[in-house]
T-cell receptor
């Protein structure tokens, strides 16, 4: 079975731009969660989608948004990028409430 | 508010040694606890999942234990190898969603 895939793997943007990241979960998994990882804050939960519905949301500003499609693929969008948004963005998929499996991440650099 | 702590922050051991990594959490009302490893610049690899009703899980040279009442978990690595060098993270999930609260990790270096 293929693992969680994320595209693109690397992105360089400038302040004020917006960006869309994509995550394809393991086949059959309906839950997709997103995390931000930075050296200063560690791994922080952004949001979780289950069957196209946002089930939980972390403490991030409204510039961070996401969605999930009927095939369980998910996208997250960050608008009006700030320097502090530079991070590794990870998505994880799960069948329901069990083990979560992470993708390789998207490294976002904001200049 | 759930907080997860990992001690030590860094650990260096010679190859072949057995070692224990510690994870503690403040709220015992967890659904499960998961251990991951992360290689530099990479995603997280799931190692072991312990449900709240379980006391331990084993996979190969790895054994994870859970003591919910004291808010502690340990990851035991037997006969460590240089390939075990990585950052080890524990994370707890509570409630009806998959939101994981992560510890800050233990950076492990196994010297050949």
């Amino acid at each position: 079975k293929a693992g969680v895939t994320q595209t693109p793997r690397y992105l360089i943007k400038t302040r004020g731009q917006q960006v869309t990241l994509s995550c394809s979960p393991i086949s059959g998994h309906r839950s997709v969660s997103w995390y931000q990882q930075t050296p200063g804050q560690g791994l922080q939960f952004l949001f979780e989608y289950f069957s196209e519905t946002q089930r939980n949301k972390g403490n991030f500003p409204g510039r961070f948004s996401g969605r999930q499609f009927s095939n369980s693929r998910s996208e997250m969008n960050v608008s009006t990028l700030e320097l502090g948004d530079s991070a590794l963005y990870l998505c994880a998929s799960s069948l329901g409430q069990g083990a979560q499996y992470f993708g390789p991440g998207t490294r976002l650099t904001v200049l | 508010k759930q907080e997860v702590t990992q001690i030590p922050a860094a650990l260096s051991v010679p190859e072949g040694e057995n070692l224990v990594l510690n994870c503690s959490f403040t709220d015992s009302a967890i659904y499960n606890l998961q251990w991951f490893r992360q290689d530099p610049g990479k995603g997280l690899t799931s190692l072991l999942l312990i449900q709240s009703s379980q006391r331990e899980q084993t996979s190969g040279r790895l054994n994870a234990s859970l003591d919910k009442s004291s808010g502690r978990s340990t990851l035991y690595i037997a006969a460590s190898q240089p390939g075990d060098s990585a950052t080890y993270l524990c994370a707890v999930a509570g409630g009806a969603t998959n939101k994981l609260i992560f510890g800050t990790g233990t950076l492990l270096a196994v010297q050949p």
